[in-house]
């Protein structure tokens, strides 16, 4: 049974920073492309971030240039760092792997079950 479990979510002030992690378990990580969803209320889930098992990287316009995704894969770990934070970022934050190995923003989810997700508040 595939299971991604994620921690490391807060509340923080416009221009913080958080960083993510991701476990996973019953899959091995090291030759799947993974990725970083985020849901805010009333919105469906986007796809924010992707690694290739080679390390290349993707994000959504939204966000890129201030979050980094990375992987460890002995560990069997995915996380995100996220500076300079946006109300606009606030969300829960989920990881699963992706359908492929390209590093597409518009890919999709390969596992229909999901964590829990990390609540990422951004506010003053």
């Known amino acids: 049974q595939v299971q991604f479990v994620e921690s490391g979510g807060g509340l923080v002030q416009p221009g913080g920073s958080l960083r993510l992690s991701c476990a996973a378990s019953?899959?091995?990580?090291?030759?799947?492309?993974m990725g970083w969803y985020r849901q805010a209320p009333g919105n469906s889930r986007e796809l924010v971030a992707v690694i290739t098992h080679g390390g290349s990287t993707n994000y959504a316009d939204s966000v890129k240039g201030r979050f980094t995704i990375s992987r460890d894969n002995t560990e069997n770990m995915v996380y995100l760092q996220m500076n300079s934070l946006k109300p606009e970022d606030t969300a829960v934050y989920y990881c699963?792997?992706?359908?492929?190995?390209?590093?597409?923003?518009?890919?999709?989810?390969?596992?229909?079950?999901w964590g829990q997700g990390a609540q990422v508040t951004v506010s003053s």
């Open positions: 699963n792997a992706q359908v492929g190995t390209l590093a597409t923003i518009a890919g999709r989810p390969a596992f229909g079950s």
């Open positions: 019953g899959i091995r990580i090291s030759l799947r492309t």
